[in-house]
T-cell receptor, first 112, second 118 residues
Framework: DAKTTQPTSMDCAEGRAANLPCNHS???????VYWYRQIHSQGPQYIIH???NNETNEMASLIITEDRKSSTLILPHATLRDTAVYYC?????????????FGQGTRLTINP | GAVVSQHPSRVICKSGTSVKIECRSL??????MFWYRQFPKQSLMLMAT?????????EQGVEKDKFLINHASLTLSTLTVTSAHPEDSSFYIC??????????????FGPGTRLLVL
């Protein structure tokens, strides 16, 4: 699976949009981009995933560049509860085996 | 939907004893379950992958005789830490993926079990 590069930490003001970048320059054509987050002492929470097109759900938007070498997770109106470690993961969906390889992620702190 | 539970949420045991952790998919059938371990201030590390009705596949460096995994039904997987030692103290997290299209593409995680071995 391709590796990802994320900033170690980021800060964002409450109510503002939080934009979390991720580089995955070696991504293969059949690899998806997944985003999870982990609030302290909890299990990871699925946020969103995509292959080529931009995606939006009730939690966030995912913007994938045309060459697919990078992506941005957007939390449109960040709240204090969005403080967490955010993981960007690329993954190939193999038959019956869908490993998620977690990197160090980005520690996002939302400030009041 | 897509809720995964774990029991217990935290456990303290004596060195040398065995501890069983349960992982359940509450509202979907989990064809594949995964077990992760997370040490303080570190990221999640995959320990093993289990498919219902078959033996688990362990990641390199994970002792299969020490970490026994059973995936006997489509809603339950168990991880037994045998002869636990203080270095096994960690946060153990399971995840599950299912049959339906969205379930198949995405892993859903449990809340984790914190194990402390004295």
């Amino acid at each position: 699976d391709a590796k990802t590069t994320q900033p170690t930490s980021m800060d964002c003001a409450e109510g503002r949009a939080a934009n979390l970048p991720c580089n995955h320059s070696t991504i293969s054509g059949n690899e998806y981009v997944y985003w999870y987050r982990q609030i302290h002492s909890q299990g990871p929470q699925y946020i969103i995933h995509g292959l080529k097109n931009n995606e939006t759900n009730e939690m966030a938007s995912l913007i994938i560049t045309e060459d697919r070498k990078s992506s941005t997770l957007i939390l449109p109106h960040a709240t204090l509860r969005d403080t967490a470690v955010y993981y960007c993961i690329v993954r190939v969906a193999l038959q019956g085996a869908q490993k998620l390889v977690f990197g160090q992620g980005t520690r996002l702190t939302i400030n009041p | 939907g897509a809720v995964v539970s774990q029991h217990p949420s935290r456990v303290i045991c004596k060195s040398g004893t065995s501890v069983k952790i349960e992982c359940r998919s509450l509202d979907f059938q989990a064809t594949t379950m995964f077990w992760y371990r997370q040490f303080p201030k570190q990221s999640l590390m995959l320990m093993a992958t289990s498919n219902e009705g078959s033996k688990a596949t362990y990641e390199q460096g994970v002792e299969k005789d020490k970490f026994l995994i059973n995936h006997a039904s489509l809603t339950l997987s168990t991880l037994t830490v045998t002869s636990a030692h203080p270095e096994d103290s960690s946060f153990y997290i399971c995840s599950a993926t299912g049959l339906a299209p969205l379930m198949w593409e995405t892993q859903y995680f449990g809340p984790g079990t914190r194990l402390l071995v004295l």
